[in-house]
């Protein structure tokens, strides 16, 4: 069970891999998009563990709502409304619970990918973060009940993220190229692998 210091080990562990790989996420958008995924992201990120080390947030959604709220409000691109929505719906499904279990978090992080799938759009195959974190959560799910579910969650994230390398972007700035998408891998579908992978970081896994 992840109790509300797990899920803040898991975004201070998100804050620092979007810190160590801002160069390379927005290498990956400098490629099929405007170069800024990086920057976007850390700037969120480091707003996130700034307002989380001020102890505000006594229990995991609570944790993730205000989150949510920090990327919402100061990452400009579309990655800081969608990840912030994932977040903020996300804790909100989680409630009051003080300790939460992998089949409760693939639950409440299956309506946080509704919710930015109904923001944005998206469907898994266009080529977006929704690539990489569908199928983490039906990872999750499959998981649940026995060990190494969130190490299984983050695997599934990793290869989504790798598949969508072919694919042609059908929603956001990639789209803009057309067939030119193909060949990259998504930026954001690479940054929703390292969240999930700082999930199971924090998980000890
Ligand atoms: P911007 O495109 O505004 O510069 P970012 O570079 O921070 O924003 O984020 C780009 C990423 O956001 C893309 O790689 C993609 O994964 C994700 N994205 C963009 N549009 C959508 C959408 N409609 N639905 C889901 N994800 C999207
Ligand atoms: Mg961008
Ligand atoms: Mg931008």
Not at 10 to 35: F, K, N
Not at 53 to 59: L, Q, R, T, V
Not at 134 to 154: N, T
């Amino acid at each position: 069970m992840l109790d509300t210091d797990a899920f803040r080990r898991w975004m201070a562990a998100a804050a620092a891999a979007v810190e160590r790989e801002a160069g390379h996420l927005t290498e990956l958008d400098a490629a099929i998009g405007d170069a800024d995924h990086g920057a976007n992201l850390r700037r969120g990120f480091t707003a996130v563990a700034a307002e989380l080390e001020k102890g505000a947030a006594d229990s995991p959604g609570a944790v993730l709502t205000l989150a949510g709220r920090q990327l919402i409000s100061t990452v400009g691109g579309a990655s800081g409304p969608l990840y912030g929505t994932l977040l903020r719906r996300t804790g909100k499904a989680l409630g009051d619970a003080g300790e939460v279990g992998p089949g409760q978090l693939a639950e409440a992080l299956g309506a946080g990918v509704a919710a930015v799938g109904q923001l944005g759009g998206a469907k898994v195959g266009d080529k977006t973060m929704l690539d990489a974190l569908e199928p983490a959560v039906a990872a999750l799910a499959r998981a649940a009940d026995g060990p190494g579910a969130y190490a299984a969650a983050a695997e599934a994230a990793a290869r989504g993220a790798a598949e969508t390398v072919p694919m042609r972007a059908r929603k956001g700035r990639a789209s803009y190229l057309g067939e030119r998408s193909e060949g990259h891998q998504d930026p954001g579908a690479t940054s929703a692998a390292l969240l999930l992978a700082a999930l199971a970081e924090a998980a000890g896994e």
